[in-house]
């Protein structure tokens, strides 16, 4: 397994975890009202990597036929055979062992949710062969990032991590729709509900656009609860016109920039929040009140 580990990090886009560990630090910042306690923030680091290596290991568990017919996913490993399903069974198995211990870790409360936050993570996988809500599903997979990061911290939940929370889903469905048009014909021959293969590219896109609208509402409306100050909400501009950069250059009549438009466009997005509203709580805003 470590000659392979390569492989792996590959297959489950290890490089990926930064679109949902933002928010989740976000969160632990913001609900200590400044620097969360180093023990914390190890458990918390260790349970987003746990609970979405297991995720996405058993996503690749789960979707290999449908990976062995799709040209665009026919060179990933499991398909190849440079990975054995046996190899990403024990990935699956690790990984979900680090994310209970590191819940157990943290208070009873996560300990107690966690079952339920990975139950969620697991069944996603198996929602595009019945719902096209499973852009949104996706999406609360990883809303639930901040809304356990604050409870990592603080012991119970409140609005604030509710709202971002939502926020996150919102913004992962938008930018999962824009990805899955890239699979229109084949969702299309296999009969899986993507939003894209149900209502072509045109109105999957408008759909895309509005969800990233309610975005930038929900992250505004997050720093009003939250009570941060001038240079989070300037952010939140600058968000605005991330989002809008990646809706201009992924057009219906032409989705050859959509990957790269979207792993670009959110990679800026998800870091520059994390950077703006941490400095925010400890340069600007001071200890929160919430």
Avoid at 111 to 132: C, E, H, Q
Wanted: aromatic share 14%; glycine share 8%; with cysteine.
């Amino acid at each position: 397994m470590v000659g392979k580990l390569p492989l792996v990090l590959r297959a489950i886009r290890f490089e990926h975890t930064a679109f949902a560990l933002p928010f989740a630090l976000t969160a632990a910042f913001v609900a200590a009202g400044g620097w969360p306690r180093a023990w914390s923030l190890a458990w918390i680091l260790a349970a987003m990597v746990g609970a979405r290596t297991s995720a996405m290991a058993f996503n690749r568990l789960a979707d290999l036929d449908f990976d062995r017919e799709n040209p665009r996913t026919a060179g990933r490993a499991l398909v190849t055979g440079a990975l054995k399903p046996r190899d990403l069974w024990a990935v699956f198995g690790a990984a979900a062992a680090l994310y209970f211990v590191a819940a157990a870790m943290l208070n009873r409360l996560c300990l107690a949710l966690s079952p339920f936050a990975l139950a969620v993570l697991l069944g996603y996988s198996y929602t595009k062969r019945f719902t096209v809500l499973t852009h949104w599903i996706l999406g609360l997979c990883l809303g639930l990032a901040p809304i356990g990061a604050w409870i990592a911290v603080r012991g119970r939940l409140d609005l604030a991590p509710v709202v971002l929370g939502a926020a996150v889903l919102f913004w992962t469905a938008g930018f999962d729709i824009m990805y899955a048009c890239q699979d229109i014909q084949f969702d299309r021959q296999r009969h899986l509900f993507s939003l894209p293969a149900r209502w072509g590219a045109r109105h999957a896109l408008v759909v895309a656009a509005a969800n990233h609208f309610f975005t930038i509402w929900l992250l505004a409306f997050f720093g009003q609860i939250a009570g941060l100050g001038w240079l989070y909400f300037a952010a939140v501009i600058l968000l605005a016109g991330i989002l809008y950069w990646e809706h201009r250059v992924v057009r219906p009549d032409d989705l050859t920039r959509v990957e790269a438009a979207s792993f670009l466009a959110n990679g800026i997005f998800s870091a520059l929040f994390f950077i703006a509203a941490v400095a925010d709580v400890i340069l600007v805003s001071g200890r929160m009140r919430i």
